[in-house]
T-cell receptor
Framework: QKEVEQDPGPLSVPEGAIVSLNCTYSNSAFQYFMWYRQYSRKGPELLMYTYSSGNKEDGRFTAQVDKSSKYISLFIRDSQPSDSATYLCAMFNAGNNRKLIWGLGTSLAVNP | SQTIHQWPATLVQPVGSPLSLECTVEGTSNPNLYWYRQAAGRGLQLLFYSVGIGQISSEVPQNLSASRPQDRQFILSSKKLLLSDSGFYLC??????????????FGDGTRLSIL
């Protein structure tokens, strides 16, 4: 079993839809959770960074962490064609904070 | 603010040739530095990380090496490239660790094709 599981998609939605992206993980020691957005032929760009359980909101993006279920989510409201990209989750624990554990990424297409 | 530069963006090299990819960070001191390779369907694989000048940790045995000759410079090298070295190479930085975790920030990568 991989430490982090992420559905690769592709996910295709109409413009304006609410998008839900998810990752599950197996290591209960993970404490720090990140979501990155990666456009084609570009490096990943940090979108959201959360610690422990709870919600964090930034504009149209909301990150949610449920440590009891070992499940994290990224919600995108009012999705735009410019949101079309691959979304990667990543996480680590404080004891090994140099090594991020990555999901494989979910490909999202927002259609105008 | 901090910026990271990585070059070249694209590189085509013959099998058996040497390699040197360079990454520099501006706007911070003593960053942690990382080299990743990203292959389709295999996600991001950490190759090397460095917490200071001359301090390199290797995550996987391979045909590559890394060096950090200056505080904000990180170099990925190979003496003889293999076909299997093809891929998308990414450099990243983070603030030095400590009690809290620090997210990593990426350059735009180098797409390396070996012929």
């Amino acid at each position: 079993q991989k430490e982090v599981e992420q559905d690769p998609g592709p996910l295709s939605v109409p413009e304006g839809a609410i998008v839900s992206l998810n990752c599950t993980y197996s290591n209960s020691a993970f404490q720090y959770f990140m979501w990155y957005r990666q456009y084609s032929r570009k490096g990943p760009e940090l979108l959201m960074y959360t610690y422990s359980s709870g919600n964090k909101e930034d504009g149209r993006f909301t990150a949610q962490v449920d440590k009891s279920s070992k499940y994290i989510s990224l919600f995108i409201r009012d999705s735009q064609p410019s949101d079309s990209a691959t979304y990667l989750c990543a996480m680590f624990n404080a004891g090994n904070n140099r090594k991020l554990i990555w999901g494989l990424g979910t490909s999202l297409a927002v259609n105008p | 603010s901090q910026t990271i530069h990585q070059w070249p963006a694209t590189l085509v090299q013959p099998v058996g040739s040497p390699l040197s990819l360079e990454c520099t960070v501006e706007g911070t001191s003593n960053p942690n530095l990382y080299w990743y390779r990203q292959a389709a369907g295999r996600g991001l694989q950490l190759l090397f990380y460095s917490v200071g000048i001359g301090q390199i940790s290797s995550e996987v045995p391979q045909n590559l090496s890394a060096s950090r000759p200056q505080d904000r410079q990180f170099i990925l090298s190979s003496k003889k490239l293999l076909l299997s070295d093809s891929g998308f190479y990414l450099c990243a930085w983070s603030f030095p660790g400590g009690a809290g975790g620090q997210p990593q920030h990426f350059g735009d990568g180098t797409r390396l094709s070996i012929l």
